[in-house]
């Protein structure tokens, strides 16, 4: 599900200082980056029995690499996903979350953009 109104999607900043502020705000750097895309996520846990959220934040260079750290990132839409196990997360629209989970993932993407706002390029 993608995550409306939260203001990320296409702010373009460094790659440097956004890994530094999502990894200060609890989201992991995904080991499936490449030359051109970086994946962070964030985990929500639940009381629900073997059920676990995850928030993720996407971007692709515009300049430079990722691999190499010198990359300008532009930010996708968030999303939030359902993890099945053994199957992985889904973050269909035909998955249902609550309305408080949502607003929980959407302050959580609204923080890091506050945070991201002093680095954000034109």
Not at 32 to 39: A, G, K, L
């Amino acid at each position: 599900m993608k995550l409306e109104g939260t203001g990320i999607e296409q702010v373009i900043v460094d790659l440097k200082p956004l890994t530094h502020i999502m990894e200060s705000n609890g989201f992991i750097l995904g080991g499936s980056w490449d030359y051109e895309r970086v994946t962070y996520d964030y985990k929500i846990d639940s009381p629900e029995k073997n059920i676990t959220y995850y928030i993720r934040i996407q971007g692709y260079a515009l300049e430079g690499d990722v691999d190499r750290g010198n990359a300008v990132v532009q930010l996708l839409p968030p999303l939030l996903g359902k993890h099945y196990y053994p199957h992985g997360v889904e973050y269909g629209e035909q998955e249902e979350f609550s309305s408080g989970l949502i607003e929980r993932a959407t302050n959580a993407v609204k923080k890091v953009k506050e945070a991201v706002a002093q680095y954000q390029k034109s």
